[in-house]
């Protein structure tokens, strides 16, 4: 049950009008988080998310969003900052995966989108939301990545476990840099979770797929949610630089 992990504190997630981000804003809502901003491109989900975490009680606002375009990133956090005074806690959540193709079938188009929006997004939000971590005294951040950038279980989709692998090394870079700088970054590496993405990837039998993890299972949002919960909040205090699998035992297979 949640124990008001983030009580009080001023929190944003980029992608959360489905999936893993949604599910994490409502989290952080349930643990107590005074304000939750929203970000995404599908304004509807995107306010009708708003108004289920404003009934939970915390405050929000959704801004309409895409994380490939550096200046709707850094008006996100200067709205944030401009509209709340604050910022405490980040989670990058948007993320992109190609049609399942081999490698020489891919075009540069799809290098430049897979990459655009799981690396390069990653890094210019980073830029923007460090300083007002910083200028709020510090604080936390949580990249989702994936267990496709540690071991590449999927032959059809060499772009997005590249771009993966390059947003753990961003992650862990920044972590090293701003540690000192009382900001904590840390990856979250989902398995086999039951999202649009996942359900769109091309797999035939999810059944088969799911037997094969330990668990003998699909993970949900909300497993994921509760996990970026954790690593947001003072109980993982002395973690930094690490990626956490949230992957059913898939890795330790």
Same mark, same amino acid.
């Given at each position: 049950?949640?124990?008001?992990?983030? $009580?009080?504190?001023?929190? =944003?997630? =980029? !992608?959360?009008?489905? %999936?893993?981000?949604?599910? @994490?804003?409502?989290?952080?809502?349930? +643990?107590?988080?005074?304000?939750?901003?929203?970000?995404?491109?599908?304004?509807?989900?995107?306010?009708?998310? +708003?108004?289920?975490?404003?009934?939970?009680?915390?405050?929000?606002?959704?801004?309409?969003?895409?994380? @490939?375009? +550096? $200046?709707?990133?850094?008006? &996100?956090?200067?709205?944030?900052?401009?509209?709340? !005074?604050?910022? $405490?806690?980040?989670?990058?959540? *948007?993320?992109?995966?190609?049609?399942?193709?081999?490698?020489?079938?891919?075009?540069?188009?799809?290098?430049?989108?897979?990459?655009?929006? /799981?690396?390069?997004?990653?890094?210019?939000?980073?830029?923007?939301?460090?300083?007002? &971590?910083?200028?709020?005294?510090? !604080?936390?951040?949580?990249?989702?990545?994936?267990?496709?950038?540690?071991? /590449?279980?999927?032959?059809?989709?060499?772009?997005?476990?590249?771009?993966?692998?390059? *947003?753990?090394?961003?992650?862990?870079?920044?972590?090293?840099?701003?540690?000192?700088?009382?900001?904590?970054? /840390?990856?979250?590496?989902? !398995?086999?979770?039951?999202?649009?993405?996942?359900?769109?990837?091309?797999?035939?039998?999810?059944?088969?797929?799911?037997? %094969? =993890?330990?668990?003998?299972?699909?993970?949900?949002?909300?497993?994921?949610?509760?996990?970026?919960?954790?690593?947001?909040?003072?109980?993982?205090?002395?973690?930094?630089?690490?990626? =956490?699998?949230?992957?059913?035992?898939? &890795?330790? %297979?």
């Amino acid at each position: 049950m949640p124990a008001e992990r983030l $009580d009080g504190r001023t929190c =944003l997630v =980029l !992608g959360a009008t489905s %999936g893993i981000g949604r599910a @994490t804003a409502l989290r952080m809502a349930r +643990e107590g988080a005074a304000i939750v901003v929203i970000a995404g491109r599908r304004q509807t989900l995107g306010a009708r998310l +708003e108004e289920e975490l404003q009934r939970s009680g915390a405050r929000s606002l959704f801004i309409p969003a895409d994380v @490939t375009q +550096e $200046d709707d990133l850094a008006r &996100l956090t200067e709205q944030t900052m401009r509209r709340f !005074g604050r910022l $405490d806690a980040v989670f990058n959540n *948007a993320g992109f995966q190609e049609r399942r193709a081999p490698l020489a079938e891919q075009s540069d188009g799809v290098y430049a989108q897979v990459f655009d929006t /799981n690396v390069r997004a990653m890094f210019h939000a980073m830029r923007h939301e460090i300083p007002a &971590l910083m200028a709020s005294g510090g !604080g936390a951040i949580v990249n989702n990545t994936s267990v496709s950038g540690i071991r /590449n279980p999927n032959p059809g989709l060499a772009l997005y476990g590249a771009s993966k692998a390059a *947003a753990i090394a961003l992650t862990r870079a920044a972590a090293m840099e701003y540690a000192s700088k009382g900001i904590r970054i /840390n990856a979250i590496a989902p !398995g086999r979770v039951v999202t649009d993405m996942m359900l769109s990837s091309g797999i035939a039998d999810m059944r088969s797929v799911a037997a %094969g =993890l330990p668990l003998r299972r699909m993970g949900h949002p909300e497993e994921i949610a509760a996990a970026v919960v954790w690593l947001l909040s003072g109980e993982a205090s002395y973690i930094v630089g690490h990626v =956490l699998g949230a992957d059913g035992g898939f &890795l330790a %297979g």
